[in-house]
């Protein structure tokens, strides 16, 4: 009706109606999306927005009060309904899934990736069938939208894979699309902002208003940037459905940089990070604190044929290869690579742009950038694969142990973080690195993986003389092997629910051993020393103040706060700290003045 017949009402339900009138009266031209709903600048069309789209506003009298549809309840996989998940023996529907989203260099080589190690996922898959009928999942819809691939991000990451740029990341999207294809699940893969909007159902504009229906994905994996794209399309409707998105992030996201509230208060912002969802949605590459989830990938495995168990198939030859594809990356490496080069012969993967001399030293033989394919036969044969202290917490060193190499790294004194080191600086993570794979250093190790001080000349010619007087097979950790991600995915995508007031928590429920770390220790090393593991799910079980008392602790005084530190206690005083917000219980928090209180279980459980 015309602007006089509509008033702004008062409802103490609505307690921001009349602003957010004011505020659309102001701004509405500002976005498309609003007269695509109907939005004309009139307080009537403007009341019906705020009550049908949005939710800000009563419902206009003589209409019917429906929630806004995007709120609508869908099929969601918290209950069990729909179809069920069965364990497939084929990966077709995901190479159609990825045929259908692009043909880009980098969609290939995921696609390469899938099919060339499409037998061992079939055969690991079949492996699980008798375990799974007893516990049959519902069938997930999934989208998987590569956001680091989309958009003008997406060129730059292009134009760098055909230069020995990362692919770290690539190699988790392909095993993770493999995975939850043989778990049986139904894949959307997408790398373009375009489709995403079309998939989600993004009013026509630039993201101000909710989406035009309920999401019909049950998960959404995506990276920071792809976050940040659904953020800008999705309106209201991103805080309502954020639970069921999982990101892929190598590195980590400590709940300290979580959310944005403290981390803005306590020096914790970052560029990354400060979008407050619950830890365990951040997938990582490595198992670096529980309070993240660890995705991980697979080591390319040398096993293949039968004739490959045969101990004259470990036979190596007496060569080294680098790793590292860009020439920056070797620089003032020259005498550690000398050391080694007496020993071994190097061969090297650098990328060489046309028309311009090398600068790697003259003893080494480049084979420049070699496909995927090609550079995996070059580490069958080698001894031993050599890290240079770049690229940091890659794939790589895990897939040359699995083909039978040795990984010589360098050891990092004082450790790199985001104090001192320009990569890890803005990362929303305080851990410190004390090798190029402290992983592999700390969970590999000998005989597989050496630590070494590449200014130590002697250290180094040590450490490559009791490489050659050692044999190896190959070896990958359970954990890197395609059975260990099927059962790993498989546990997250049934288990893990941060839909609802739940917190996940593993069924059965872990046995909890509450342990008191000393001053600047943080849960993970508490609970790692104790042969446990930290597990953030269970904090919530000690978060009071008579575990203090059963731990014999007296406390002079207890506070309740919200730090990413507590529970924990300080010495000073006998202060004793209970955390306020579920949202900071932090494995990875340590600092000089707190004893952290730790919520172990056994790795096993």
């Not at 069938?129 to 819809?141: E, G, I, L, N």
């Not at 950790?477 to 928590?505: D, K």
């Not at 079980?541 to 924990?568: A, M, Y």
């Amino acid at each position: 009706g015309p602007d006089g017949k509509c008033e702004v009402p008062t409802d103490p339900a609505y307690p921001v109606c009349a602003e957010k009138v004011e505020f659309l009266r102001a701004r509405w031209q500002s976005d498309p999306c609003y007269a695509f709903y109907g939005v004309d600048g009139s307080t009537c069309s403007i009341l019906v927005y705020l009550s049908q789209v949005e939710d800000f506003c009563p419902t206009q009298p003589g209409r019917d009060h429906t929630a806004a549809s995007w709120r609508h309840k869908t099929p969601s996989y918290t209950k069990f309904g729909g179809s069920q998940a069965f364990i497939r023996d084929s990966l077709s529907p995901l190479y159609e899934a990825i045929s259908s989203s692009s043909s880009s260099p980098v969609v290939k080589f995921i696609r390469s990736r899938v099919e060339r190690m499409s037998g061992s996922w079939i055969w690991a898959g079949r492996g699980m069938k008798p375990y799974r009928s007893k516990t049959a999942s519902p069938q997930m819809k999934v989208l998987l939208y590569l956001g680091a691939l989309a958009g003008d991000a997406g060129q730059r990451f292009e134009a760098m894979v055909d230069r020995g740029g990362p692919l770290g990341e690539l190699v988790q999207w392909a095993d993770l699309s493999a995975c939850l294809t043989i778990l049986g699940h139904n894949l959307t893969f997408s790398t373009s902002q375009r489709q995403l909007h079309r998939l989600i159902g993004a009013a026509p504009g630039q993201g101000s208003c909710p989406i035009q229906r309920p999401l019909t994905f049950d998960l959404i994996y995506t990276d920071y940037h792809g976050l940040a794209h659904l953020h800008r399309a999705m309106g209201l409707a991103f805080q309502h459905y954020q639970c069921r998105f999982r990101i892929l992030d190598s590195f980590g996201t400590e709940p300290a940089f979580n959310l944005a509230s403290y981390a803005h208060l306590h020096g914790y912002k970052t560029l990354w990070g400060s979008w407050g969802l619950q830890p365990r949605q951040y997938m990582t590459m490595f198992p670096h604190t529980p309070d993240n989830s660890f995705l991980g990938f697979v080591g390319e495995d040398a096993v293949k044929t039968k004739e490959e168990f045969k101990p004259e198939s470990y036979k190596k030859d007496n060569i080294a290869v680098i790793y590292g594809k860009q020439e920056y990356m070797w620089q003032g490496k020259s005498d550690y690579l000398e050391v080694i080069s007496q020993k071994l012969e190097i061969h090297a993967t650098v990328y060489q742009p046309p028309g311009r001399a090398s600068s790697l030293p003259s003893f080494i033989k480049n084979h420049g950038l070699l496909t995927q394919e090609n550079f995996l036969q070059l580490l069958r044969r080698a001894k031993v694969f050599v890290g240079l202290g770049f690229p940091y917490e890659g794939p790589a060193p895990v897939e040359a142990v699995a083909l039978g190499c040795m990984f010589l790294q360098p050891r990092f004194d004082p450790p790199h973080s985001s104090h001192n080191d320009g990569f890890y600086k803005g990362k929303p993570t305080t851990r410190q690195i004390s090798s190029q794979h402290p992983y592999a250093e700390r969970f590999v190790g000998k005989p597989f993986v050496w630590t070494v001080d590449v200014t130590n000349g002697t250290d180094v010619r040590e450490a490559v003389e009791s490489i050659l007087k050692t044999q190896v097979r190959p070896f990958t950790p359970p954990e890197f092997t395609c059975v260990g991600m099927l059962e790993r995915m498989r546990r997250y995508v049934t288990q893990q629910n941060f839909c609802g007031n739940s917190t996940a928590v593993w069924d059965p429920e872990p046995v909890l051993t509450v342990l008191l770390g000393p001053l600047g220790q943080s849960c993970v090393d508490v609970c790692r020393r104790s042969a446990l593991t930290c597990d953030p799910a269970l904090f919530h079980r000690l978060n009071t103040p008579d575990t203090f008392t059963r731990i014999g602790l007296g406390c002079s005084s207890t506070v309740q706060e919200v730090n990413h530190l507590f529970p924990s206690y300080s010495p000073w005083g006998r202060l004793c700290g209970l955390q306020q917000e579920p949202l900071l219980f932090s494995c990875a928090g340590l600092d000089s003045s707190h004893r952290r209180l730790c919520p172990c279980r056994s790795r096993y459980e």
